[in-house]
């Protein structure tokens, strides 16, 4: 299948509770510095997305489905839709339930729980992450805020060190959101840092800038029931099966 670009936010945090009746409908702005924005519109409900986008200047609608790990790429121009049969992910983080940083971390990954301790202000619970690397045991280290479920300090076993820092609440485009800084520092001393934007609803992130001056945003969000319809082959298309695309399974 093509190399298509993602025009979602890259959503590296997540929250662990939203309602899984929530749906709703965006728009996604990438913007970068000297480049013209990326502009997406999006539809979510309970595992199923549907994006509509721009693609070498050809309108396109991608359609997946985590719930039957199904994927359609449907191409206006020539109405026609191809479909992937595989293990597929909306890149919402919405489904995610965090207990753990071993939860989605795959097989090999165990987690023992440390200690409790205060990261900046917030409770949080220290875990050991360990990893095996053929022989070698890799060790990293997760604090995962109680209430929110989410690691609020990282410690990879590189050395590199995310740290996440609640700033307030607030308000962004009449959207109830908490604001929090996100600090990565390199083993090398360097260090980053970007804010980031999570919906109290959608408990995602609906913007996250980046030091460079570039931004990704989730706007004119609407919470609504959505059309079963519009997470299907629209009427009129011809569907066909990429090749191969049934042959991969699940980790």
């Not at 987690?111 to 050991?128: L, M, Q």
């Not at 360990?130 to 300090?153: F, H, N």
């Not at 934007?197 to 990704?216: A, H, T, V």
């Not at 319809?229 to 699940?250: C, D, V």
Request: net charge positive; hydrophobic share 35%.
């Amino acid at each position: 299948m093509m190399n298509k670009p993602r025009f979602l936010l890259l959503l590296l945090l997540v929250f662990p509770s939203l309602a899984t009746a929530i749906q709703f409908k965006a728009t996604a702005v990438m913007t970068q510095p000297g480049q013209a924005d990326v502009t997406t519109q999006i539809a979510y409900s309970s595992g199923r997305i549907r994006k509509e986008f721009f693609y070498y200047g050809e309108p396109v609608i991608e359609i997946i489905d985590a719930n039957k790990d199904t994927s359609l790429m449907c191409f206006t121009g020539q109405q026609i839709c191809y479909e992937s049969k595989s293990p597929t992910d909306i890149d919402l983080g919405i489904e995610h339930r965090f207990e753990t940083p071993c939860d989605g971390a795959g097989k090999g990954v165990t987690c023992t729980r440390v200690a409790e301790e205060k990261i900046n202000g917030r409770d949080a619970v220290k875990w050991k992450v360990t990893a095996r690397d053929g022989d070698k045991e890799l060790v990293s280290w997760s604090w995962m805020d109680k209430k929110l479920k989410i690691p609020i300090r990282q410690k990879l076993f590189n050395g590199t060190d995310i740290e996440l820092k609640w700033l307030g609440s607030e308000k962004l485009d009449n959207r109830d959101t908490d604001r929090w800084l996100r600090r990565i520092t390199y083993p090398d001393g360097r260090s980053v840092e970007n804010q980031l934007w999570f919906d109290k609803q959608l408990q995602i992130i609906i913007r996250e800038d980046f030091p460079n001056g570039g931004s990704r945003v989730l706007k004119h969000i609407v919470v609504e029931n959505l059309p079963d319809k519009l997470f299907t082959i629209p009427a009129g298309y011809e569907k066909r099966s990429l090749p191969g695309s049934g042959n991969r399974q699940k980790p």
